[in-house]
Structures are given as C-alpha cells and as structure tokens.
C-alpha cells in the first residue's frame, strides 16, 4: 500500500513536494507542461530505473532542478517513497518500508531503504519481491499504453516477465549465468596460470631434488667425515703412543749403551797409560839401583871412618901411654926444624936461650897433649860422619821400602790392566753393534714420527678443509659414534690401514660430487619452490572450488530455466483468461490471447543485442536455445463482427483498448501494489472512457491506482484528485482539489 511520495529538487519540483496516497484511486490532473509526468518518473527514479531515456533525460544531472529566475538550482535531487508494510508486501520486519533515492550533479546515486544506505541491487530484488519490477509495466508513461502491441515479441515477453514476477528469477539466472562467465574466465585463468606455473615447478623440482640430493650427500658426507677424521685420530694417537712406547726403551738402552762406550774407552785409554806405568816401573828401579848404590857408597865411607877412627884410638892409647912416660917422650924432626928456622933468625942468643927453653917446656907439658886433642877432636868428628852415615843409610832403607812398594803396586796393576783391556776390547764391539742395531730402530723410528707428522698434518688440513666445506657439521667429530671397527680401537687392534685410505679416496669422491652438485642457494631454492608449490595448490584448490562453484551455478542455471519455464507459462495462462475477458468486456466479443512463439534467429540486429547473445552462451560452451530461436510472446486479436486478425489492422481506439485490456489483464495476474497510468486513456472516446472507468473500477480493487490523465470519466473515478500547476517561476505547485474543481484545473 502507498502511503506517501515526496520529491525535492526532482526536475521542475523545485521545493519539497509530498503526495499522500490515502485512497486506493488517485487522480493527478493539471495542464501541459505543469510538471504531472515529472511525478510518474519521480516513481520511476526511486524505483531504480537505470535508463536514462525513461527518465526523460540524458545524464543524472537532468533529473535536478536546473534553476530558473525566481529560485537557484539545486544540487541534488531526491524522491521518497513510502509504503505502508503493514499486510508485509515486502519481506521486511517493518510497518512502513521507506525507499529513497537521491541524485548528485556528478550523477552519482545513493539509495536508502529505511534510511540505511542500501546497493540499487538490493533496491531491485526487494521490490520484485513486492512485484514491483523496475522495468515499470505497472507505470505506464504517457504514449507507452501502445508499447506492448509494438513491441518485439521477445521485448513483450520480458514485459510480461516481469509483470508476473520473474524477473526476479530472469535476474537471477542472469546474475548467475554473469557469476557462471566469470568463474569460467577465472578457470580459465587458473589453469592457464597452472598451466605457466608448471614448467617452472619441473625445473624447481629438479633444483630441489639436486639440493636435496646434495644435502643428502652433505649429511652422509658429515657422518662419513667425522667417522673419518675421528678414525685417523685413533690412529694418529695410537701410532704416536706406539712409537712413544717404542722410542723410550731403545733411547734408554742407547743412553746405556752410551755409557757403557764411555767405560769401555775409558779403560781401553787408561791401557794407553800402560807404557807410563812401566816407564815408572823402571825409573823406581833406578831409583832402587841409585839408592842401592848410595847406601853402598855410605857403608864404605863408614867402613873407612871406622877404620880411621880404630887408627885414632891406637895413636891415643900410645899417646896417652907416653904420657905415664916424659923420657920417651918424641918431638917431631919437622918441630927441631921449625924452632931452628925460628931462632936462626934471632941476634940475641938470649931470647934464644928462652925460645929454647919454651920450646923445652912445651915438649916437656904440652907437646904429647896436643896430638891427643887432635885425635880425639879428629875422632869426635869422625864419629859424627858415622852417624851422619848410618842415619843417611837409614833412610835409604826407608826410601827403598817405599819405592818397593810402590813399585809392587805398579807392577799388580799393569798386570790387572792387561786382563780388563782384553774384556774391554771385546765388549766395544759388542756395544757398537749394539748401537748401530738400535740406532737404526730409533732412526726408523724417527722416520715413522716423520710420517706420522705428516699424516697428523694431512689430517689437521682435512678437518679445516672439512670446516670450510661442511661447516658446524663436523664440529664435535670426536664423539662421534662410531659404526664400524670402534671396539677394535678402542680394545687397541687396529684395522689394515689401507680401510682409511679407501675410506679417504671415498671422502675424496663424496666431496667432488658434492662439489657436482653445487652447494649454494639450496634454501632459496627450497623456498621458492615450496612457494610455488603452495601457490599451485592454492590454484589447484581454487580451480576446485571454482568448478564446484561452476557446477552449482549450472545447476541454478537450470533450476531456475525450469522455474521460469513453468511459471511463465503457468503465468500466459492466466493472463490469457483475464486477457479474454477484458477484451470481449471492451469490444462485446471477439477473442484475444497471446501466443509463446520460437523464431528462427536470423541476424543478430545491433550491438546490445549481441551481448544479450553473449550472456546466453552456456558456460559448458554449449550455445543456448535462444540464440538459435528467439522466445517471444505474440499477441492474436479478433475482433467481433469484423474480419480483423492481427494487430496492424486496429485502430487508434481499438489499439488503445487492446493494450489496456492486455496491461489490465497483466496486472490482475500478479497484481502489483500500485498502478500509475499516465494519459493512458487520451486517445478514448466518451463511450470507451466509460468502459475504460469501469475497468479502472475493477483494478482498483486490486492494485492502487495513480492515474495521470486529462479524462473527465476518469477524474470521476478518483477519491483523491491532485492538481499540478505551474506558475511563472517554472517551479511545480501540487495542491489537493475537489472533483468539480478538477476540469478547471485539468485545462
Ligand atoms: P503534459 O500534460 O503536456 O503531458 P505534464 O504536466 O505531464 O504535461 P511534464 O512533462 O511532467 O508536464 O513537465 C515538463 C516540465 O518539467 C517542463 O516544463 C520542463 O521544463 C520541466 N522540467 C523538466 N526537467 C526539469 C528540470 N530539471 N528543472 C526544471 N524544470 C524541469
């Protein structure tokens, strides 16, 4: 049910205009120009009419009040339509559905549906819920009444489409079949997005099969490498204890041996003494011989002391015998001639005299006495020779008995020496092949710590070339577990050493093969290629959604064929009673109907029609029935009591009754809420006014009329009458008047 419209800025409505529909007819009169049919597109506009030419109009800028002298135009233009939602005509929880569009200068559009900014879509799909399509068969502008007698079959059968309420379904299905075009685009896309992808995933493939291949290789070659390294580290250890073990002995035996030389030379050089010694062992004989002879010489000497000291004695024993006698006492010829000499000399025979006479005395007392002081003092001194003798004897004898000795101990020890040179002279041969023979292991030796050296640093090289090559992976080698062998080391046994080496010639091939492979960019190509692999399961999964989506939108498609398929011609059936009824009602006879008709598709016409064509390409590639024949509604009339069969033969009248019988018959199908006829009775004669009112009469009681109109019959019609005028200021003035007034104003 309409309540109210209201308009504001809506072309020549320059202010806010409202009209109240309180009744179920209501008519709108006014003179030409004054602005009536402004209000029939007003409808039109907030119904969503997207075409411009309905409008009267070029672009959404026309729609606006464009100003005159009296008022500035404006910039917007907007329409509000209410309807009373209380019998819920629309599907909506509200008592009063308020629908409003408005139009920008920029042409831009906005629609509300209770004031809520709503899209034109949902403006549309809630109205054909209410039968109110926007292709408008329920307003019927001024000159249209005619339009679907001259329409073409396929334009009428969309008309009537619409009319009965499926263009809700038209919509739909053409909503979908655009959804069905689209999805089938995006397939199309999708695959052929696969269809590029997929070489390049093949060449990724192979790029991370070779990364995987080579990290494969790396994380053998990383076990293998530290089993490796720690392998030769066992070994290296062993052999260096080995050798340790074997050095110390042979270098504490040729210390030995060494000393042992030593003593040997030792002894044999003190033998190269052994000619001093007898060189001393002659001169001690000698000496003995030298000291023999001395000690002989002093027993001689003391023989003759002895012999004269015997000598002495007996002169003594007779000098002191002469001295008992004076007589016989003995003076020495040589003193007679001594005391001559001396007195010989003298003048004086005194002093001679008394020479004699001492002489006398002193032969007399003294003479006897001297000689035995002589001997005696001789004897003393002589005795003291002999003990000088015997002493000096003496300590020959000690000086013998020392050199004896000595002599002895020279001589034993030349003897010993001569036995220990014999030993020593066999044992330094002994020894020096002793030497040579542990020289030359301590060489060999010394050559095994060599290569070991060697080896050790062979295998310090592996573990940086290892490091460089590998990275962290090797780090930790020594713990590492071992597979093979690891109880022979570690009980000590060892394998053949020629295991290693083919285990390094192994490493050494793992190695150029990885080096094959080439190391670098793996995780960039891992992660390229799990990207480009999820992205071709994201287009694989959207390829199967879009199929599904394909596939339901198909099925819609058919569904909603097969809808339409049955309500329409359910709908022509109807129609057709009705349409019977008013036409025999209008001309007292005569028969009507309409009539489902295939053409042949002949020649697509223009360009909109070849979209139109388009659109029917079924997404299976299958072209569509309509594109082979055309669908359409044809319309065959007979009028009573005249040969007249088809539409070209009416007349003005008789045109203008048909189509108000069909429009009428239309709308008792699926009657809309409202009817806007806009002069559709302007071509009528008085007698077919009447029958036009009476029709009107019965819609009315179906459907809420608007009628626009210049008919007196049918002003007589309507409980509301609304006069549009237009003054001077070019601006449309609506006011409520009473029937009688309604001619007036209607001229
Ligand atoms: P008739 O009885 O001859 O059919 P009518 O009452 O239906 O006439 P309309 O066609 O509704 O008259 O009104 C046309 C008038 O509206 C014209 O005078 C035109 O200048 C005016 N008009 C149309 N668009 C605008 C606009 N954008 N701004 C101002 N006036 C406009």
Do not use: C
């Not at 205009?17 to 009744?23: C, V």
Request: proline fraction near 1%.
């Amino acid at each position: 049910m309409l309540k109210s419209l209201e308009l504001s800025g809506f072309k020549s409505f320059a202010k806010k205009t409202e009209l109240h529909f309180k009744s179920q007819v209501t008519a709108i009169v006014g003179p030409n120009g004054s602005g009536k049919s402004n209000i029939a597109e007003a409808f039109r506009f907030v119904l969503g009419e997207q075409s411009m030419k309905s409008l009267r109009s070029k672009r959404g800028e026309d729609l606006i009040w464009n100003g005159s002298t009296e008022m500035s135009r404006s910039n917007r233009a907007k329409v509000k339509l209410v309807f009373d939602n209380s019998k819920n005509i629309f599907d909506l929880d509200f008592n009063e559905i308020i629908i409003k569009r408005a139009v920008n200068r920029d042409g831009s559009n906005e629609y509300y549906l209770n004031n809520s900014l709503i899209r034109l879509k949902d403006v549309i799909e809630l109205l054909s819920k209410a039968h109110i399509g926007a292709s408008g068969h329920h307003i019927i502008s001024q000159g249209e009444a005619d339009k679907i007698l001259s329409s073409s079959v396929k334009e009428r059968k969309e008309m009537i489409e619409d009319a009965l309420g499926l263009k809700i379904y038209q919509y739909k299905r053409e909503e979908s079949q655009r959804k069905l075009l689209k999805t089938e685009e995006n397939i199309k896309q999708v695959n052929s997005l696969r269809r590029e992808i997929a070489p390049h995933i093949r060449f990724l493939k192979k790029q991370v099969e070779k990364v995987e291949r080579a990290e494969d290789l790396r994380l053998k070659l990383s076990k293998f490498y530290r089993e490796y390294l720690k392998m030769e580290k066992i070994y290296l250890e062993k052999q260096k204890k080995e050798i340790l073990e074997k050095k110390k002995p042979t270098l504490e035996k040729l210390e030995k041996l060494e000393k042992e030389m030593e003593e040997v030379k030792r002894i044999l050089d003190a033998s190269s003494k052994k000619d001093e010694k007898s060189e001393e062992l002659i001169e001690i004989e000698n000496k003995i011989k030298n000291e023999r002879e001395s000690k002989d010489n002093f027993y001689r000497e003391v023989g003759k002391i002895e012999g004269e000291l015997n000598v002495n004695e007996r002169n003594i024993e007779k000098i002191k015998a002469e001295e008992k006698s004076e007589e016989s006492k003995t003076i020495l010829l040589k003193e007679v001639e001594e005391l001559e000499r001396e007195i010989s000399g003298f003048s004086e025979v005194i002093k001679i005299v008394e020479k004699i006479r001492d002489f006398i005395t002193k032969h007399k007392f003294n003479f006897d006495n001297k000689k035995l002081e002589e001997l005696m003092e001789i004897n003393k001194d002589l005795e003291r020779n002999r003990k000088e003798m015997e002493e000096k004897i003496k300590n020959i004898d000690i000086v013998l008995n020392e050199l004896s000795s000595k002599y002895n101990i020279i001589k034993s020890s030349i003897e010993k020496e001569k036995d220990s040179n014999r030993e020593a002279e066999k044992n330094i041969f002994k020894i020096s092949s002793e030497q040579s023979e542990f020289r030359a292991k301590l060489e060999s030796l010394k050559e095994k710590e060599r290569r070991l050296n060697i080896e050790e640093e062979d295998w310090k090289r592996e573990i940086q070339e290892g490091g460089v090559l590998l990275g962290t992976a090797i780090i930790g080698f020594e713990n590492e577990e071992l597979r093979l062998s690891s109880q022979d080391f570690s009980t000590g046994l060892t394998e053949p050493r020629e295991k290693q080496e083919e285990r390094r010639r192994e490493l050494e091939k793992m190695k150029i093969r990885l080096e094959e492979l080439g190391g670098g960019g793996g995780e960039e190509v891992m992660k390229e290629y799990k990207e480009t692999v999820e992205r071709d399961e994201f287009l694989s999964k959207e390829l199967e959604d879009l199929e599904k989506s394909a596939k339901s939108l198909e099925i819609l498609i058919k569904e909603l064929l097969e809808k339409l398929d049955i309500e329409f011609t359910q709908g022509i059936e109807k129609i057709n009673k009705t349409f019977q009824e008013f036409f025999s009602l209008m001309f007292g006879g005569g028969e009507a109907r309409l009539e489902v008709v295939k053409k042949e598709k002949r020649k697509v016409k223009n360009k909109e029609e070849e979209e139109n064509l388009a659109a029917e390409i079924l997404p299976s590639g299958e072209i569509s029935a309509s594109e082979m024949s055309e669908e359409g509604i044809d319309i065959s009339v007979s009028l009573p009591r005249k040969r007249i069969k088809g539409l070209e033969m009416l007349s003005g009248g008789e045109r203008a009754l048909t189509s108000i019988a069909l429009l009428f018959a239309i709308s008792q199908v699926n009657p809309p809420p409202f009817i806007i006829l806009d002069e559709t009775d302007a071509a009528l004669d008085e007698a077919n006014s009447k029958k036009y009112g009476e029709m009107i009469e019965s819609l009315s009681k179906v459907s809420q009329l608007i009628l626009i109109t210049h008919n007196r019959e049918t002003m007589s019609r309507a409980n509301v009458i609304y006069g549009v005028t237009m003054s001077n200021d070019s601006i449309s003035n609506l006011l409520s008047i009473e029937f009688n007034e309604a001619v007036t104003v209607a001229k």
